[in-house]
């Protein structure tokens, strides 16, 4: 195995305890590999004879204890003249030859050693036999205990041999397994009755949507849908050590061009306990994986498409729920830390800045480790897309990779519902150690020296602080500072328990970290709102019952500091009724979290699609877009000099109580260029589908690059679609493209979000839709200022809400409403001649105009309102 030399010189004094631990998890994998069922029982049915099936012996059922099978009503069916020997599309046509017929409900009764969870795996293949058409006359259901595993509409498919695989949680003596017939006959071809590891499936996941935990996968039956190794080759049950069939991606992929397979060897796989095991999948399924295709890049190191995703697609049943489990094993990186990706489960992201080496193995390559989500019922509508794309953090190169999946229906707990929603709650996960079926005193040995090892790496940070998360103090915002008692801290004195103001607009309050602990009730995943490239969003409330909302930094993000720094520095001077306000921040025991005001409606993006709420109003969408607007337009110009935010999106614009909109999120804000140039010249950050494609290009950063990102905010209010959608087709992927090209088509009906289009003026769509479509202008000159788009926003709201004219239509002549004229009027006299003019010129029009002086005197007047 080679290492990094990073990863000596920050660990040279744990090495050899690594060492010993890499050792004892090989013992333990080796030992693994070597699993033994408690109870194994594979039954061919409808024959005396026997077969051996790849290894493994299958006794006919005609042999078996009365006990075993109750069957009033059956028969022994053989297949005529062998066909399905010859029809099976199977690698075990053995299997198919005969069949156990059953014309009144009928069970296979197995004695359990061990409870627990075990493999029911259900082989049918219909053919032509003495008595008639298993094609034609079976329609029947399976059961085990009180669980329906298969439902009674269930006809196996013509011509194909099919395997229905589901795990159950056997908790008796006994595990009966149930045939009842719905139509003519029930039948079956062989059964496989095996235990398997429980902790194949145990513990807490991720649930995809809406974010919380569920906590009841020991205990949930589950049937495999899908499962597959990306890459090649075909794994046959014979190479898996719980005998399960692996098929190749390529038939799943969208797109293949985006694509490549890598393999190395199995032997080079280092496996670590706790996270991916031989059972969890074989070695083969780590040793290969599916990549982002980096040659699709052109010299710059752009994509050449801007749909840069792997997409796989697969059939599901809807109306179910299903364990999603993805498999990742880094094949391909020559370092650590330099395979960064993002992971979407049917549109919705899983796994942002994804960094395995550096999350999940301690730094190490060629680590197998697996990853679990729940999707809901509600959002398994007959296909499931599973995407990897590039990181959106700035600092990477283009990748991506995925080794396994693995798709299973959630068929419900022994005499649950089965509804993931019904289970789920909110808690932390407590990450541990999972031992195995090994010798006690090599798992005793292994546990120990990831404990030790564990725990001195905790303590470092303890005898001195990383210079990465150096503690940072309100004082650098401003001399003078002032402060105020906040209170006694629980916090045992780490820092002191003021609160510090620094003199520029009030710098903020410097919250003690026991506070913010019961603000937030120990930092619970059920508190959590949000989750970010700075770490995770969670909601609080104060001793003085205020609602806040605690930003809390990933301690692993490197350009956390930063963003932190930034946030501070800039809302610390920086008051308007559209920017989200900072309430404070805590920087003890090496913590960077932030405390905002509690935004109640959440983001403008969960408002518009990807949820189950209401859809806005068009007038609803139209103030939230304007009051967007205004807070973009005063960091534009209500300073000496502009700021820039750099991370427009309609995640990072939130919702009050009132719907009122605040622009949030200024991490990655930058200070405008001086007065005697025309831009920044600073390296791209952002999110994707939303930067600047100048900016992107030529790195080179103005105003109007958060005018572009706007524009496309725009879109996804007049679309309620997302900005990338890689489930939609090729030219549809990427909203700004296409929306942009259905402008230019003249078909703006068929992109408008037809929940709401009925209530939309014709006036006031249209304004809106080409103050959207001059956002989006390639290059910047060519688009307007936040003060114009400003302008034209409040123009198309006054154009849905006016009166509409005898003749029933209105015109884009239309004059602004009386309070909004006024407005105008008074700001004329200080206007230039030129301005004056423009504004009595025809108001519904903007080409050739500024507004922008105009508009920023009105919108300063407008402050106090």
């Given at each position: 195995m080679v290492l990094p030399r990073f990863f000596f010189l920050r660990h040279a004094p744990d090495m050899l305890l690594l060492r010993v631990a890499l050792v004892l998890s090989a013992l333990l994998a080796a030992a693994r590999a070597a699993y033994v069922p408690a109870d194994s029982y594979l039954v061919l049915c409808g024959t005396a004879g026997g077969a051996t099936v790849g290894g493994r012996a299958f006794v006919g059922d005609a042999t078996l204890p009365a006990s075993v099978l109750s069957a009033p009503q059956s028969a022994a069916a053989n297949a005529s003249a062998g066909s399905a020997s010859a029809n099976a599309s199977s690698d075990e046509p053995a299997l198919y030859r005969t069949a156990r017929v059953f014309t009144a409900p009928s069970s296979y009764t197995f004695a359990i050693k061990k409870p627990g969870r075990h493999f029911v795996r259900l082989h049918f293949f219909p053919f032509r036999y003495q008595s008639g058409d298993l094609a034609a006359d079976a329609r029947f259901s399976v059961s085990v205990q009180d669980l329906v595993l298969i439902d009674g509409k269930y006809t196996p498919a013509n011509g194909t041999a099919t395997v229905r695989e589901f795990s159950v949680n056997v908790a008796g003596g006994s595990l009966a397994i149930t045939f009842t017939p719905t139509g003519k006959v029930a039948f079956v071809n062989a059964i496989e009755v095996v235990s398997h590891p429980d902790d194949l499936f145990a513990g807490t996941v991720w649930m995809v949507n809406p974010l919380g935990q569920y906590d009841g996968l020991s205990t949930q039956a589950l049937e495999t849908i899908h499962r597959v190794n990306m890459g090649s080759p075909k794994i046959t049950p014979s190479s898996d050590t719980l005998w399960r069939t692996w098929l190749p991606d390529e038939s799943f992929?969208?797109?293949?061009?985006?694509?490549?397979?890598?393999?190395?060897?199995?032997?080079?796989?280092?496996?670590?306990?706790?996270?991916?095991?031989?059972?969890?999948?074989?070695?083969?399924?780590?040793?290969?994986?599916?990549e982002?295709?980096?040659?699709?890049?052109?010299?710059?190191?752009?994509?050449?498409?801007?749909?840069?995703?792997?997409?796989?697609?697969?059939?599901?049943?809807?109306?179910?729920?299903?364990?999603?489990?993805?498999?990742?094993?880094?094949i391909v990186s020559k370092a650590s830390n330099v395979l960064v990706f993002n992971v979407y489960v049917g549109g919705w992201s899983v796994l942002s800045n994804y960094e395995m080496t550096d999350k999940d193995t301690l730094g190490l390559l060629t680590v197998p480790l697996y990853k679990d989500f729940v999707l809901s019922s509600k959002d398994a509508a007959g296909n499931i897309t599973v995407s990897v794309g590039p990181s959106t953090a700035g600092n990477v190169d283009p990748d991506g990779l995925l080794n396994g999946l693995e798709i299973m229906r959630m068929v419900g707990s022994m005499g649950g519902d089965g509804d993931p929603s019904s289970h789920s709650r909110s808690k932390k996960i407590i990450a541990g150690i999972v031992a195995g079926s090994v010798v006690a005193a090599v798992t005793v040995a292994m546990a120990l020296a990831f404990v030790v090892l564990w725990v001195r790496r905790r303590k470092k940070p303890e005898k001195k602080p990383s210079s990465t998360w150096a503690a940072f103090s309100a004082s650098a915002l401003g001399s003078r500072s002032r402060s105020r008692s906040f209170g006694k801290s629980n916090s045992g004195g780490t820092r002191n328990n003021t609160v510090t103001l620094g003199q520029s607009a009030g710098a903020g309050y410097r919250f003690p970290f026991a506070a913010l602990l019961e603000a937030t009730s120990g930092f619970d995943e059920s508190m959590v709102i949000g989750v970010g490239g700075f770490g995770k969003v969670y909601k609080g409330t104060l001793r003085d019952e205020t609602r806040v909302a605690v930003k809390r930094g990933n301690r692993r993000s490197a350009q956390g500091l930063n963003e932190f720094r930034t946030e501070i520095e800039l809302l610390s001077r920086l008051r308007h009724r559209h920017l989200v306000s900072l309430i404070g921040y805590c920087d003890e025991r090496d913590e960077m979290i932030l405390v905002y005001e509690y935004m109640a409606k959440g983001t403008l993006r969960s408002h518009l699609?990807?949820?189950?709420?209401?859809?806005?109003?068009?007038?609803?969408?139209?103030?939230?877009?304007?009051?967007?607007?205004?807070?973009?337009?005063?960091?534009?110009?209500?300073?000496?000099?502009?700021?820039?935010?750099?991370?427009?999106?309609?995640?990072?614009?939130?919702?009050?109580?009132?719907?009122?909109?605040?622009?949030?999120?200024?991490?990655?804000?930058?200070?405008?260029?001086e007065l005697d140039k025309s831009h920044v010249s600073t390296a791209v950050k952002g999110s994707f589908g939303y930067l600047d494609p100048e900016y992107f290009r030529r790195q080179m950063l103005t105003d109007k690059s958060d005018v572009y990102?706007?524009?496309?905010?725009?879109?996804?209010?007049?679309?309620?679609?997302?900005?990338?959608?890689?489930?939609?087709?090729?030219?549809?992927?990427?909203?700004?493209?296409?929306?942009?090209?259905?402008?230019?088509?003249?078909?703006?009906?068929?992109?408008?979000?037809?929940?709401?289009?009925?209530?939309?003026?014709?006036?006031?769509?249209?304004?809106?839709?080409?103050?959207?479509?001059?956002?989006?202008?390639?290059?910047?000159?060519?688009?307007?200022?936040m003060g114009d788009v400003l302008w034209c926003l409040e123009y198309a709201l006054q154009l849905q809400l006016q009166e509409a004219s005898p003749d029933g239509s209105g015109t884009d002549n239309t004059q602004l409403a009386p309070g909004l004229a006024s407005k105008y009027q008074r700001n004329q006299s200080n206007a230039s001649d030129g301005t004056a003019a423009a504004m009595s010129a025809n108001l519904g029009d903007l080409d050739g105009v500024s507004m922008r002086k105009v508009f920023s005197r009105m919108i300063k007047s407008e402050e106090g309102r």
């Open positions: 992929l969208v797109d293949s061009r985006v694509a490549v397979h890598q393999d190395v060897a199995p032997s080079t796989l280092q496996w670590m306990p706790g996270l991916g095991t031989p059972e969890a999948a074989p070695g083969m399924v780590y040793a290969t994986a599916t982002l295709n980096k040659a699709l890049m052109d010299a710059n190191g752009a994509t050449i498409s801007a749909q840069f995703n792997m997409t796989w697609r697969f059939q599901a049943p809807p109306a179910s729920a299903y364990l999603i489990r993805l498999h990742f094993c880094d699609y990807d949820s189950e709420l209401p859809p806005l109003s068009w007038k609803q969408r139209l103030e939230a877009s304007i009051g967007a607007a205004r807070g973009l337009h005063y960091l534009h110009t209500g300073s000496t000099k502009s700021i820039i935010h750099r991370d427009v999106k309609s995640a990072n614009i939130l919702l009050d109580d009132s719907f009122k909109a605040k622009v949030a999120d200024f991490g990655l804000s930058k200070t405008g260029p990102s706007f524009g496309v905010v725009l879109l996804e209010v007049l679309c309620a679609r997302p900005v990338i959608d890689p489930t939609l087709p090729h030219d549809m992927v990427n909203l700004a493209e296409w929306a942009t090209k259905q402008l230019k088509n003249g078909e703006l009906d068929s992109i408008v979000d037809q929940r709401i289009a009925a209530t939309i003026r014709p006036e006031s769509l249209k304004k809106f839709a080409d103050t959207a479509e001059k956002c989006l202008a390639e290059y910047g000159v060519a688009r307007p200022a």
